[in-house]
């Protein structure tokens, strides 16, 4: 069975930091793309980040730029998000989802994970 | 940052009805679109790809077409278990954007 469990939400305060962890299993974690996919509540879907499989490839999104650190460690089979300087209007549920590119990121995201959620506030 | 417009936000249907939702991008991205089913507490989940590729498991009754710009998902009969928020996705170019949801209620 295909697993991704996400986990690190919480409260932090305006300008803390929080590291979120995706366990995944069921599958061949160094052989995909993985990323995260945020959602504030009562509204939609953002993506916030990519890594292709190796971790050669990563990617931002404009608003998180600078202030997050996606990794992996595939030994493992872990997905990470470091996230500093943490403002209110990232208060969000995160969700890891796995991408069906392998070497390359793709954009297709088949699994997801049930989310972590990240509440800033003071 | 490409734009996606769904339409429409919400709709109210009844079982059986044949259901249409649409979704614009502001500008060309071929057929890199995808469609994702998401129930309230849930996670997305992946319905269709490439703009018209039903996902591995997924009732016959959805189905996506379009290409360029102008999208379409389609649910047949639709039955009690499709209510759900259903979001339109692009993957020709980074960032990776969303449609603004529909809202499908019965």
């Known amino acids: 069975e295909m697993l991704l469990v996400e986990s690190g939400g919480g409260l932090v305060k305006p300008g803390g930091s929080l590291r979120l962890s995706c366990i995944t299993s069921?599958?061949?974690?160094?052989?995909?793309?993985m990323s995260w996919v945020r959602q504030a509540p009562g509204k939609g879907l953002e993506w916030v980040s990519s890594?292709?499989?190796?971790?050669?490839?990563?990617y931002y999104a404009d608003s998180m730029q600078g202030r997050i650190t996606i990794s992996r460690d595939n030994a493992k089979n872990v997905l990470s998000l470091h996230m500093n300087s943490l403002r209110a209007e990232d208060t969000a549920v995160y969700y890891c989802?796995?991408?069906?590119?392998?070497?390359?990121?793709?954009?297709?995201?088949?699994?997801w994970g049930q989310g972590t959620r990240v509440t800033v506030s003071s | 940052d490409i734009q996606m417009t769904q339409s429409p936000s919400s709709l109210s249907a009844s079982v059986g009805d044949r259901v249409t939702i649409t979704c614009q991008a502001s500008?060309?991205?071929?057929?890199?679109l995808n469609w994702y089913q998401q129930k309230p507490g849930k996670a997305p989940k992946l319905l269709v790809y490439?703009?018209?590729n039903l996902e591995t498991g997924v009732p016959s009754r959805f189905s996506g077409s379009g290409s360029g710009t102008d999208f379409t998902f389609t649910i047949t009969s639709l039955q009690p278990e499709d209510i759900a928020t259903y979001y339109c996705?692009?993957?020709?170019?980074?960032?990776?954007?969303f449609g603004q949801g529909t809202k499908l209620e019965i």
């Open positions: 996705q692009q993957f020709d170019y980074l960032p990776y954007t």
């Open positions: 500008q060309d991205i071929t057929n890199f």
């Open positions: 890594i292709s499989s190796s971790g050669g490839q990563i």
């Open positions: 069921g599958f061949t974690f160094s052989s995909y793309s």
């Open positions: 490439d703009a018209s």
């Open positions: 989802a796995r991408d069906v590119g392998e070497t390359m990121v793709h954009g297709v995201f088949d699994y």
